[in-house]
């Protein structure tokens, strides 16, 4: 494996295999994938892939009656293993700094096409009891890497949160994961209690620009 160095990597699902024809003669390719998303701008290099494996090669000999090509099958052991490293080129990535113009205060590096989507378990509750409310962070980019999701200020309210859950799945080549955050709600006082919506700031890299997920909100 190279050095992934200014890199958070995701594999995007299992090596694949496939045959293909290279210069008439048949190939069988094993192919893998990976996403990367740069933690850093400037250039950043993906340094070699690296193999050691064992070639079949014709085993030198003199010319005569056993240089037909009816022996050159490796039954009459004119061919041997010869060890040898295999080495991709390194891979350079120009990685541009995201824009500090238009930039949200509450961005917390989030690069993708996001949307963000939320249910209150209960519209009312017994003094005492708890309502969850279940935010569900969705799309494409780097979403396993998001610690949480801040609730405005809400009065009369004490909030409790719960681990935080990612699945991904791979689509198309790409990469996509739902991030799952769940947080008891307790309210402190009797009477109606309005819960604002709650908003995440995310780079759009397809459109260049920063953009807002909101959800709708809510009366407890």
Request: contains cysteine; hydrophobic residues 35%; proline residues 8%.
């Amino acid at each position: 494996q190279p050095s992934f160095e200014g890199f958070i990597v995701e594999d995007l699902g299992k090596p694949s295999e496939y045959q293909k024809i290279i210069n008439g003669r048949q190939y069988l390719v094993t192919e893998i994938r990976k996403a990367l998303f740069p933690i850093k701008s400037g250039v950043l290099e993906i340094t070699p892939f690296t193999l050691q494996c064992e070639v079949v090669a014709q085993r030198s000999r003199r010319r005569g009656f056993f240089q037909d090509p009816f022996f050159n099958d490796p039954f009459f052991g004119f061919t041997e293993t010869v060890p040898k490293t295999l080495r991709t080129q390194p891979v350079q990535v120009l990685v541009k700094p995201l824009p500090a113009e238009g930039r949200p205060p509450d961005f917390k590096n989030l690069v993708g096409n996001t949307t963000l989507s939320a249910t209150l378990s209960k519209a009312s509750v017994a003094a005492g009891e708890s309502a969850t409310l279940t935010l569900t962070l969705s799309g494409t980019g780097n979403l396993k890497n998001v610690s949480g999701i801040e609730l405005p200020q809400i009065e009369k309210i004490k909030v409790y949160d719960d681990k935080p859950v990612y699945e991904q799945k791979i689509a198309q080549g790409k990469l996509y994961g739902t991030l799952t955050i769940k947080k008891a709600l307790v309210p402190l006082e009797e009477g109606k209690i309005s819960i604002p919506p709650i908003s995440v700031s995310f780079f759009d890299p397809a459109e260049g620009t920063y953009k807002q997920a909101t959800t709708q909100s809510f009366q407890l």
